[in-house]
């Protein structure tokens, strides 16, 4: 069973900075595309940013972050990060680390629904 632990959540102002972990219990983790969703009370879990098995470390991002948020992958260490700059307001949420396999490369799995595997979560919140 893969497990996947979150961590470096909490509390800061607007325009801050936070650097989230995800530890993950694989050692095949190349293997796996993995990605950070959020979800705000009230809200449907969304995509924040994905990074594929592909070796040049291809990724993608939610429209609302592009620019602010940085998503990398240590398969070495079997860590998956999301460096956060800038924050605002409505960037306030649980962020979850998920993970999954059997993708290529080229797909990018955008929906909560295309993972398996998902961490119990880790509270930002931003004060404006």
């Not at 069973?1 to 102002?13: D, I, M, P, Y």
């Amino acid at each position: 069973q893969v497990q996947l632990v979150e961590s470096g959540g909490g509390s800061v102002q607007a325009g801050g900075s936070l650097r989230l972990s995800c530890v993950v219990s694989e050692y095949t983790l190349s293997s796996y595309c993995m990605g950070w969703f959020r979800q705000a009370p009230g809200k449907e879990r969304e995509e924040v940013a994905i990074a594929t098995i592909d070796s040049k470390g291809s990724t993608s991002y939610a429209d609302s972050v592009k620019g602010r948020f940085t998503i990398s992958r240590d398969n070495a260490a079997n860590t998956l990060d999301l460096q956060m700059n800038s924050l605002k307001a409505d960037d306030t949420a649980k962020y979850y680390c998920a993970a999954d396999f059997g993708y290529r490369a080229t797909v990018y799995p955008r929906t909560p629904a295309s993972y398996k595997y998902w961490g119990q979560g880790t509270q930002v919140t931003v004060s404006s």
